[in-house]
Structure formats: structure tokens, C-alpha cells
């Protein structure tokens, strides 16, 4: 079993920032899994923001991110992140962090992750 908690959210203006933070504890190795973020703006469906490999060595956008967002991880702190600039008013949602196995297949996907935190709120101001 593994818990996830993100933190970071909070009210910010058109064209700033924030940084997300995912903090995994639990039984397994936090260096062993795929971590993702996904967001879910009101009346909307869930949709996939940004995955990590466990290594850290790839990552994968969705392309309305790319250029903006940022995901990383440190394992030495069992911590995912997402770094999130030029934000817009679009980018409104909860923004929940996920965690599956070491597969890099089909990330982009929700029902492949087995683990999800509660979600952080990221409201974007115009």
C-alpha cells in the first residue's frame, strides 16, 4: 500500500507559478514507480497532465504542458514535483498525483495507476 500527498496548490494570478509537491510513503520502494500528475477542472473529465519514470530519466507531457510544466522527482525524499509557469486561468482544477508500477506504457492513462493522492487546488486568477 502506498499513500500520496500533494501539497503546493493554492490562488495565484494569470502568468505566475506554483510548484506541486507529491509525497509518497508506504510499504514499497517510491524509486520503484511510474509517477504522474492529473488534473480535474470542474464538470470535467480527469485528464493527464505529466508522468515521470521511476529513474527520472524520461518524462511525458500532455502537450497543452509542454513548455510550461515541469515533472521531477526525488527518490532520496520520496517526493514527486510539478512545476508550473505562465499559468493560465484554464489551468484551474484539482490536481491529483498518481503512482503505478515501473512500466512506462500507456502513462498518459488514468487506469493504469494504482495508487492516488486527494488532491491539491490550483485556482488561476485573470
Known amino acids: 500500500q502506498v499513500q500520496l500527498l500533494e501539497s503546493g496548490g493554492g490562488l495565484v494570478q494569470a502568468g505566475g507559478s506554483l510548484r506541486l509537491s507529491c509525497a509518497a510513503s508506504g510499504r514499497r520502494t517510491f524509486s520503484t514507480y511510474t509517477m504522474a500528475w492529473f488534473r480535474q477542472a470542474a464538470g470535467k473529465e480527469r485528464e493527464f497532465v505529466a508522468a515521470?519514470?521511476?529513474?527520472?530519466?524520461?518524462?511525458y507531457y500532455a502537450d497543452s504542458m509542454k513548455g510550461r510544466f515541469t515533472i521531477s522527482r526525488d527518490n532520496a525524499k520520496n517526493t514527486a514535483y510539478l512545476q508550473m509557469n505562465s499559468l493560465k486561468p484554464e489551468d484551474t482544477a484539482v490536481y491529483y498525483c498518481?503512482?503505478?508500477?515501473?512500466?512506462?506504457?500507456?502513462?498518459?492513462?488514468?487506469?493504469?495507476?494504482?495508487?492516488w493522492g486527494q488532491g491539491t487546488q490550483v485556482t488561476v486568477s485573470s
Open positions: 515521470i519514470r521511476w529513474s527520472g530519466s524520461s518524462t
Open positions: 498518481a503512482a503505478k508500477g515501473e512500466s512506462w506504457d500507456s502513462v498518459w492513462f488514468r487506469a493504469p495507476y494504482d495508487y
